[in-house]
């Protein structure tokens, strides 16, 4: 669901993709970034958030004393992220940049956490290895990395509806776009692969979300 967000909001109306997202995640995605904020971003750490967007998550750490940088590859992300920033003075504690989240330009092993929420739902396997590759160089040893995506759920209502916007919405996507499909992310083997130490993963709405936790190696 968040790759078709990225696909229709992005290049037509990026201010409306945190309400669509909220929408289309039933609420998972303010509670996954909630947890993360709550219970595992240090508040007096450095942080990078990969994939940033409207630079929600990153603003609101700064705001609880983290100081950060934010990558996007979408400029009109960016720029809603900067009126963020700027709208609560935060412009010395928080910086955005316009560039991959798979090919850095940063200095290594210099955050206390890197997090992506979301940014996996729009990659190929061997994009999620490069993602946690660069997570892993970025972070302190003994940091943290957090990454949350879209979850299976199997069963019940949440399930079937899960199931339906899916369907429907790739099909709409793959009609406008180049976009290809693929299989829900081994994100714990992809994490020991690019050699961090997965600790534990959290679910939101029996799975429609899902938060995986690793630690750098000390």
Not at 97 to 111: C, K, M, V, W, Y
Request: proline share 3%; with cysteine; charged share 25%.
């Amino acid at each position: 669901m968040a790759t078709i967000l990225m696909r229709l909001t992005e290049e037509r109306a990026a201010n409306q993709y945190d309400r669509w997202i909220g929408l289309l995640t039933l609420g998972q995605a303010s509670a996954m970034r909630n947890y993360l904020l709550d219970s595992v971003v240090p508040r007096r750490g450095r942080v990078l958030d990969l994939g940033c967007g409207t630079g929600q998550l990153l603003v609101e750490a700064g705001r609880r004393g983290a100081t950060g940088v934010g990558v996007d590859l979408n400029p009109r992300m960016l720029k809603l992220a900067q009126e963020r920033c700027r709208r609560y003075n935060l412009k010395r504690r928080l910086r955005f940049f316009l560039g991959s989240a798979l090919s850095l330009d940063i200095e290594a092993h210099t955050f206390d956490i890197v997090v992506s929420t979301l940014l996996i739902s729009e990659l190929q396997p061997k994009e999620l290895e490069r993602l946690l590759q660069e997570a892993a160089r970025m972070v302190k040893p003994g940091g943290l990395v957090a990454i949350g995506g879209e979850g299976e759920v199997r069963a019940g209502l949440i399930g079937a509806f899960t199931s339906m916007i899916r369907r429907a919405s790739f099909w709409i996507v793959s009609k406008l776009t180049t976009l290809i499909s693929h299989p829900h992310h081994r994100v714990a083997q992809a994490m020991k692969n690019a050699g961090l130490n997965p600790r534990y993963k959290v679910s939101f709405l029996q799975g429609m979300l899902v938060l995986f936790v690793a630690e750098a190696e000390k």
